[in-house]
């Protein structure tokens, strides 16, 4: 089992920036690749960038490339969503997700953070 909890959202002005993090516990060491989603008000949830827990490989959903970048923290069982020049459209929950060698889909996730962006 995998526990994720996520932090770090909140409401910030258009152009502003934001940090997630989201720390893992549990069976870590299972873990092959995290992702961040999001889902806006009547919207479907969507990838927004995902990187393998062992290596330096990321993908990046097109709506969010050059502006947001996702790193990890193996010491601390932490990724981490760095969110720059935030627009309105970011407005949604940010959920952390873990996809782990038992898998090939994100079996385990987090309770999900909120960020508000204002125009």
């Known amino acids: 089992q995998v526990q994720l909890v996520e932090s770090g959202g909140g409401l910030v002005q258009a152009g502003g920036s934001l940090r997630l993090s989201c720390a893992a516990s549990g069976s870590v060491f299972s873990i092959n690749r995290m992702g961040w989603f999001r889902q806006a008000p009547g919207k479907e949830r969507e990838l927004v960038a995902r990187?393998?827990?062992?290596?330096?490989?990321?993908y990046y959903a097109d709506f969010v490339k050059g502006r947001f970048t996702i790193s990890r923290d193996n010491a601390k069982n932490t990724v981490y969503l760095q969110m720059n020049s935030l627009k309105p459209e970011d407005t949604a929950v940010y959920y952390c997700?873990?996809?782990?060698?038992?898998?090939?889909?994100?079996?385990?996730w987090g309770q999900g953070t909120q960020v508000i962006v204002s125009s």
């Open positions: 990187i393998n827990w062992s290596g330096f490989s990321t």
């Open positions: 997700a873990a996809r782990t060698v038992q898998g090939s889909e994100y079996g385990y």
